[in-house]
């Protein structure tokens, strides 16, 4: 029904930059939020930057004033620009969607309650 494709992972030496892209796509209606967590094995998936329909940006406090996050409505795509990454952002980056799923018949279109929408992952490693 719907789908988070994430793209821009990889490996960057410390204090270079990366730029995480998410786009959504399927049966889609309201998107309240779209954003990225990540997690280290053996750790809690955390919360790394949220944005809300109304252009609200939430950020992780260690990655305050490094990292931005941005959406193009249009494309239905979050952005996570990652700049002077250090050994400690090296993690697995998922995107995360809020997400009412549109269903469409002949005579009627309707919106489901929204929920939560995880990509795959992308690996991210800062090294030294």
């Known amino acids: 029904q719907v789908h988070l494709m994430e793209s821009g992972g990889g490996l960057v030496q410390g204090g270079g930059s990366l730029r995480l892209s998410c786009k959504a796509s399927g049966s889609i209606g309201t998107i309240n939020s779209m954003g990225w967590y990540r997690q280290v094995p053996g750790m809690q998936r955390e919360l790394v930057a949220r944005?809300?329909?109304?252009?609200?940006?939430d950020y992780a406090d260690s990655v305050k004033g490094r990292f931005t996050i941005s959406r193009d409505v249009a494309k239905r795509t979050v952005y996570l620009q990652m700049n002077s990454l250090q050994q400690r952002d090296t993690a697995d980056y998922y995107c995360?969607?809020?997400?009412?799923?549109?269903?469409?018949?002949?005579?009627?279109?309707?919106?489901?309650?929204?929920?939560?929408?995880w990509g795959q992952g992308t690996q991210v490693t800062v090294s030294s």
């Open positions: 995360h969607a809020e997400i009412a799923v549109l269903y469409s018949g002949p005579f009627f279109t309707t919106e489901a309650a929204p929920r939560d929408f």
């Open positions: 944005i809300t329909s109304g252009d609200t940006a």
